[in-house]
């Protein structure tokens, strides 16, 4: 029994429309958004509440439940408040700079990496220390904040590099002289 797939999911304020071969299209302040489903799982909507059914109990049709229901909910979560993901740079000389629609990263190469902002995602950088990727697909959000990430992850001897907020680096002990 899929927990999560049983859930409710409340559309406060967004129009949906399930169109042929439940393709979904969730409008909202923020925007819109759409997404192919799997024509097998069975999606209503009534008095402003979307549920989704599954046809039989077979393990495809169980799994398939609970990430039907999280899609659309992830859409109208986007459509409606929107994503954002934090990072950190930790290090010295280390930072990010925002040019136009470009970000700029100095991270101690021999050159600064500069990096296009996706279509649909801002990228802000309130200090030169932190930066923050906002969008309304939280697919593409988390995709790009990973690519940001991936320049310099944090390495564990002096936790230097680039990291979500809140992320936890494991330390080791560095090599013991005579």
Do not use: W
């Amino acid at each position: 029994m899929s927990r999560i797939g049983l859930k409710p999911i409340e559309l406060g304020g967004v129009e949906i429309k399930v169109g042929e071969g439940n393709l979904v299209e969730v409008k909202g302040p923020k925007g819109s958004l759409s997404e192919q489903i799997n024509p097998e799982m069975t999606i209503a909507i009534e008095d402003g509440v979307l549920t989704v059914e599954r046809p039989n109990e077979l393990k495809k049709y169980r799994s398939l439940h609970g990430l039907t229901r999280t899609l659309i909910a992830n859409m109208v979560q986007g459509v409606t408040e929107g994503f954002t993901k934090e990072l950190e740079i930790i290090g010295t000389g280390y930072r990010a700079a925002k040019q136009g629609n470009k970000l700029v990263l100095t991270l101690g190469y021999s050159h600064p990496i500069e990096l296009d902002d996706p279509k649909g995602i801002e990228v802000e950088v309130p200090t030169p220390n932190k930066i923050i990727v906002k969008g309304i697909n939280k697919q593409q959000v988390g995709a790009h904040a990973a690519k940001i990430r991936d320049f310099r992850r944090p390495e564990p001897y002096k936790g230097k590099g680039v990291r979500y907020v809140g992320e936890y680096v494991r330390r080791k002990v560095g090599k013991t002289g005579k």
